[in-house]
């Protein structure tokens, strides 16, 4: 606490601003509401005016002193708070905030630079406890391990428990026989064995019950944690509002703010980095987009322009879409500038909508009359584009006269959180995100309709695909008809497809993480969430799964016909996915086997260039593949290598003495030279 006095200050008053801006902006918005919104705003500034002097910051206690003599008149007022006051007290906001700001240790003092203004403070601020977080996730993930092994020491008392079980039988009185005489050997053995029973089945029940319990608590506390790693996406739309309302202001317009998709929470590293950008486009919006009051009524608009920040998730992306309802972007002025600054040839009327807009998003043209502090110098386009850039994301914007302008940004996911529908199929466990299941049904054999193109079934008046989501995730898995069982109706890509599965399991909040960055990514695959110890569950992606379901009728593709075979075995759909990505972008056609007795068969029905196997696998292990193929005189010269995750010596060894021709270890997979290694046991075609 010596080393950093204002550690706790910074949290609580950077919330205390928050909650301030967004209260006067409230105030402002809603008018005569002044006896229900200021009393609460008057205990804000008064909380935040204590905490100042706690830490021995004068200043900040006066401001916020300040902002109390400016609200406390209004305090049982009917009429509206007047724009003045208002001014006067966001603009105490602004100067505790950049105070506040400089408030850092001294080890970040030294190279943090000038303080940055409030509307951007927020994201920052919470972006700082994300490593804590994280280390309180993994402390978790431990601590689940252990729990595991505390299971299997339960185990092992129930076997005890049941050996005891068998020493009583062994010692109880046959029938017909007398029973031990009291006090002899024979009847202070059966009482022990009692006494024995008693106590191991008590220990047994109490370390069971209390494992259940600790396991139970343990995921309460790592879903919460994780909830806490994501950020509402409501976090940016305080900072948004006001600069909405202060360009509005400085440019004498009248303009609304909407926050829509506030529930979506994202992790504060990506909320972080788009804020700059999304600030430029809600100030772009009210600057060249809504009309003055005069104009818009001309117009037959209300005086009052609209600005909209929506957030929504797209599968492995979130797009933040701002949107107005002003005039348009004016065309012909941005072929005029753009020619005038010899950014085009002389044909310029042939340049279509799209390709002048992607002349704005370049930067350096503005249709702006006169240069401002808002607008002018064709920078605030410039800045979304290059925010996307940077992310690995993209932007878009569509214009139309009279209605309107969006500007989209499309950025990668690094964290969401979402529900989903956690189901089940041939033995592999994944999640569909919630918002994309229409419903869930219970189908007889008699509600499919089959044909050379595939299964279909009606629903709301329409005909729509019918697939096996293990059919989907494993292109290896032989078609089979589904006759009856559960199907998950999945909207996705603008349409519908009935997904069918072997069970429904439970619905569930999740954190959606990245595929592996080297990893080329499945168009099912969203990405992927961890259970408690860490383990991996695939999030499949609505949209890419239902076009998958749409295809799954139409004949294969005619170009794998032509390449290399390779045979993934691996009782992991991650593991396989993820090594059959790899291996078909590097030029392989790549089947798979989930276990070693369906990869023999497989391999017996079809020839295979190589054989990728997995060493632990339930039934027979990968050693025991290779040596079943080397005795096989149909598929002894086929090359073998093994992928697992251990890498022992002697794993090593035993596999150089099957006859692998490599051993690679998993986490090493993914490197460029394991397809290489690849390469070097059979080519390409």
């Not at 202070?188 to 109490?206: D, M, N, P």
């Not at 004498?252 to 998709?261: L, Q």
């Not at 596999?655 to 986490?667: D, I, L, P, T």
Request: with cysteine; hydrophobic share 45%.
């Amino acid at each position: 606490m010596a080393r950093d006095p204002y550690r706790y200050f910074r949290v609580e008053a950077r919330e205390l601003l928050e909650q301030l801006g967004q209260g006067v902006l409230d105030l402002e918005r809603r008018g005569g509401a002044a006896q229900t919104l200021v009393p609460r705003l008057l205990r804000l500034a008064h909380t935040l005016k204590g905490a100042a002097r706690v830490v021995k910051q004068p200043a900040i206690a006066d401001w916020a002193h300040a902002i109390e003599d400016a609200l406390a008149p209004w305090r049982e007022a009917l009429e509206a708070v007047p724009r003045e006051c208002i001014d006067r007290v966001l603009a105490r906001i602004d100067q505790i905030s950049a105070q506040v700001a400089t408030l850092l240790p001294a080890a970040e003092a030294a190279s943090a630079g000038p303080a940055r203004p409030m509307p951007e403070e927020p994201a920052r601020t919470l972006r700082t406890d994300v490593a804590e977080m994280d280390a309180l996730l993994d402390g978790i993930a431990q601590t689940h391990a252990q729990i595991a092994a505390l299971r299997r020491s339960g185990e092992r008392v129930a076997g005890a428990g049941a050996l005891t079980r068998r020493l009583l039988d062994q010692l109880a009185p046959r029938r017909g026989l007398d029973h031990p005489r009291p006090g002899s050997a024979a009847h202070r053995s059966q009482a022990l064995a009692e006494e024995l029973q008693a106590l191991v089945g008590g220990l047994e029940q109490g370390l069971v019950s209390s494992i259940d319990q600790v396991d139970r608590e343990l995921r309460q506390l790592r879903d919460a944690a994780e909830q806490l790693r994501l950020i509402p996406a409501a976090a940016l739309f305080t900072a948004l509002e006001r600069s909405a309302r202060d360009a509005a202001q400085a440019l004498g317009k009248r303009v609304r703010f909407e926050g829509r998709g506030g529930e979506v929470r994202l992790d504060a590293q990506v909320l972080g980095a788009v804020q700059g950008a999304l600030l430029q486009a809600v100030r772009n919006a009210v600057a060249h987009g809504i009309e003055a009051a005069a104009a818009r009524q001309v117009a037959g608009k209300p005086p009052e322009g609209r600005v909209t920040l929506a957030v929504t998730r797209r599968g492995r992306h979130v797009v933040f879409s701002c949107g107005d309802d002003g005039a348009g972007v004016d065309l012909d002025a941005v072929r005029r500038i753009a020619q005038r600054k010899g950014l085009l040839a002389t044909a310029t009327n042939a340049l279509g909508v799209d390709a002048l807009l992607q002349l704005l998003l370049r930067g350096g043209l503005s249709t702006a009359g006169a240069v401002t502090e808002i607008a002018g110098r064709g920078i605030g386009l410039d800045v979304v584009r290059e925010t996307a850039e940077r992310l690995g994301g993209e932007v878009a914007m569509r214009t139309a006269a009279g209605q309107g302008t969006t500007l989209e940004l499309k950025v990668p996911l690094s964290l969401a959180a979402l529900d989903a529908l956690v189901v089940e199929a041939a033995g592999t466990v994944v999640a569909i995100p919630l918002d994309a299941v229409r419903r869930t049904l219970r189908l007889a054999s008699q509600d499919i309709a089959r044909s050379a193109q595939g299964d279909t079934m009606v629903c709301e008046g329409r005909v729509i695909p019918c697939v096996d989501l293990s059919r989907l995730l494993d292109e290896a898995a032989p078609p089979s008809p589904r006759r009856h069982g559960s199907v998950v109706i999945v909207e996705g890509a603008g349409t519908l497809a009935a997904i069918g599965v072997d069970r429904l399991l439970s619905p569930a909040k999740l954190v959606l993480r990245p595929l592996p960055e080297l990893a080329p990514a499945s168009p099912l695959v969203a990405g992927i969430a961890l259970d408690v110890e860490g383990n991996p569950q695939l999030v499949l992606d609505a949209d890419g799964l239902v076009l998958a379901a749409h295809r799954a009728g139409t004949p294969g593709r005619q170009a794998e016909a032509a390449r290399v075979p390779v045979l993934v075995v691996d009782d992991s759909l991650t593991t396989r996915m993820l090594e059959q990505s790899i291996l078909e972008s590097a030029g392989y056609a790549v089947h798979a086997a989930v276990s070693g007795e369906e990869a023999l068969e497989q391999a017996r029905r079809q020839p295979y260039a190589l054989f990728l196997v997995d060493v632990e696998m339930p039934g027979m292990d990968g050693f025991t593949f290779i040596e079943r193929t080397r005795a096989d005189p149909a598929l002894r010269d086929v090359p073998a290598m093994l992928v697992t995750s251990r890498s022992p010596a002697q794993d090593r060894q035993r596999g150089r003495e099957v006859g692998a021709q490599a051993y690679v270890v998993k986490s090493e997979f993914a490197q460029a030279e394991s397809p290489e290694r690849v390469r070097q046991a059979v080519p390409t075609a």
